[in-house]
């Protein structure tokens, strides 16, 4: 023993949580191609080494990012239909998600498309792609039939991608008017 004191270690609980944040901060701004450990650790403002302390490999790192982030938009959502009181209420509930629930920022819609990327790929990421799409109808079938339930959730997807990716704006009143003809055969 050389009569040192070992320096203490720092106590850190966040750091996990900022690790994760930092991760789709960089996703957002880079994509995934563009992320890496380094990138990572230094914007998590953490020791290189706790990455893999924290996380054994990238993937599991995105992998739970991205579980992460699909967990807050679909929370989002549950707790819009979950306020609903009826078959009207859960029409506007619907229009709501579109309008100011799903794609709230840039970087919700990049992070989403990055997702999807992934999931054409990567069978892991698929399986996150599903609970979406699982939770979302399941939230959906509290007011609509299961097949109705399947087609609100596509008219979601399809109207959120357009509302933040297309070049004019996305109308409330013809959101209204689909929900309205797809759930008509529930009224």
């Not at 679909?74 to 707790?79: G, H, L, N």
């Not at 009826?86 to 799903?102: F, M, P």
């Not at 939770?135 to 959120?160: C, N, V, W």
Request: aromatic share 6%; hydrophobic share 45%; net charge negative.
């Amino acid at each position: 023993m050389t009569g040192e004191t070992p320096r203490p270690r720092r106590f850190d609980p966040e750091r996990r949580a900022r690790i994760i944040d930092a991760v789709l901060g960089l996703i957002a701004d880079e994509g995934v191609a563009g992320t890496s450990h380094r990138k990572v650790a230094t914007r998590a403002d953490v020791p290189l080494g706790s990455m893999t302390y924290h996380f054994a490999s990238m993937d599991e790192l995105l992998r739970e990012a991205f579980s992460r982030f699909t967990g807050a938009v679909i929370d989002r959502f549950e707790v819009r239909l979950a306020a609903a009181r009826g078959i009207d209420e859960a029409r506007l509930a619907v229009a709501d998600i579109i309008h100011e629930d799903v794609f709230t920022t840039r970087d919700d819609v990049v992070l989403t498309h990055e997702l999807y990327a992934l999931a054409a790929r990567e069978p892991a990421y698929r399986e996150l792609i599903s609970e979406w799409m699982r939770r979302s109808q399941e939230a959906l079938g509290r007011h609509f039939a299961p097949d109705i339930a399947r087609e609100i959730d596509a008219l979601i997807e399809g109207l959120t991608i357009h509302r933040a990716l297309g070049s004019g704006g996305l109308d409330r009143e013809r959101t209204l008017d689909a929900i309205h003809r797809l759930t008509a055969v529930d009224s």
